[in-house]
């Protein structure tokens, strides 16, 4: 593993897979949040999740519902 530098010139922690798929997950979540104006049904749908699934992530990732 190659460490890596951030911005402020400290060193920072490789990223993982699993971290790396979290943050991607989240930031989709909350771009499709604010596509369909907090309408969840929507953003489920533009996800391509069921609502079902849709809330446990954004629980998982702490967003409000």
């Known amino acids: 593993v190659v460490p890596r530098v951030g911005a402020d010139?400290?060193?920072v922690t490789p990223v993982t897979l699993a971290e790396a798929v979290?943050?991607?997950e989240k930031t989709a979540?909350?771009?499709a949040v604010k596509a369909a104006?907090?309408?969840l049904g929507e953003v489920a749908r533009?996800?391509?999740v069921s609502p079902t699934t849709?809330?446990?992530k954004m629980k998982r990732h702490s967003l409000k519902e």
Do not use: K, M, P, V
Request: avoid cysteine; hydrophobic fraction near 50%.
């Open 9 to 11: 010139g400290q060193l």
């Open 22 to 24: 979290d943050a991607a």
């Open 29 to 31: 979540i909350e771009a």
């Open 37 to 39: 104006q907090g309408e």
């Open 46 to 48: 533009l996800l391509d």
């Open 54 to 56: 849709l809330w446990r």
